[in-house]
T-cell receptor, first 116, second 114 residues
Framework: AQKVTQAQTEISVVEKEDVTLDCVYETRDTTYYLFWYKQPPSGELVFLIRRNSFDEQNEISGRYSWNFQKSTSSFNFTITASQVVDSAVYFCALSEADTGRRALTFGSGTRLQVQP | DTEVTQTPKHLVMGMTNKKSLKCEQHMGHRAMYWYKQKAKKPPELMFVYSYEKLSINESVPSRFSPECPNSSLLNLHLHALQPEDSALYLC?????????????FGPGTRLTVL
């Protein structure tokens, strides 16, 4: 069965600091997809990135970057020069393709507090 | 239009009431989902609809009854709920293709059962 672990329950940083959110996953599928979502206090889950299991290239989008390493089953998320607006709960999620089960398994989430 | 809308935003109901949650998307997505999220927990999948047919039911109690009247709409009918059913109910949609795509979420309905 698939599993996603976000060991960091809560992280607090000061504005402009860099912060990395960890995500470790378990799956038996060879084809799977990994996602990061942001959930601000308003409650809506905002999609940030999708990665498939065959694409290990790191990705950068503005202040956000993602490091996918199959060897360690990790898909970590770094925010550079954090801002107060980055304060939210961040979820890593996994979806397996081999079984055809089109559903997301979420990690427990990491609450990020960025202090001014 | 890349939006999933949900109504109502907030709902308070008694244990004997019958109510419905509504979800709508106009992105042409053919997969739609209901998730339940308790405070400080991740969303948990309840139901998946694919091409208006129920494809996954995560052993949800029958007091929750989903309905997909057409490809744009998804309802969740509630009846005889318990206080522990109080949660944020999230609807999502995605393209239904051989390649898994991201799910787009609505803002949720915050449900309180008295």
């Amino acid at each position: 069965a698939q599993k996603v672990t976000q060991a960091q329950t809560e992280i607090s940083v000061v504005e402009k600091e860099d912060v990395t959110l960890d995500c470790v996953y378990e799956t038996r599928d060879t084809t799977y997809y990994l996602f990061w979502y942001k959930q601000p206090p308003s409650g809506e889950l905002v999609f940030l990135i999708r990665r498939n299991s065959f694409d290990e290239q790191n990705e950068i989008s503005g202040r956000y970057s993602w490091n996918f390493q199959k060897s360690t089953s990790s898909f970590n998320f770094t925010i550079t020069a954090s801002q107060v607006v980055d304060s939210a709960v961040y979820f890593c999620a996994l979806s397996e393709a081999d079984t055809g089960r089109r559903a997301l398994t979420f990690g427990s989430g990491t609450r990020l507090q960025v202090q001014p | 239009d890349t939006e999933v809308t949900q109504t109502p935003k907030h709902l308070v109901m008694g244990m004997t009431n019958k109510k419905s949650l509504k979800c709508e998307q106009h992105m042409g997505h053919r997969a739609m989902y209901w998730y339940k999220q308790k405070a400080k927990k991740p969303p948990e999948l309840m139901f998946v609809y694919s091409y208006e047919k129920l494809s996954i039911n995560e052993s949800v109690p029958s007091r929750f009854s989903p309905e997909c009247p057409n490809s744009s709409l998804l309802n969740l009918h509630l009846h005889a709920l318990q206080p522990e059913d109080s949660a944020l109910y999230l609807c999502a949609s995605s393209q239904e293709t051989s390649v898994l795509t991201e799910q787009f979420f609505g803002p949720g309905t915050r449900l309180t059962v008295l």
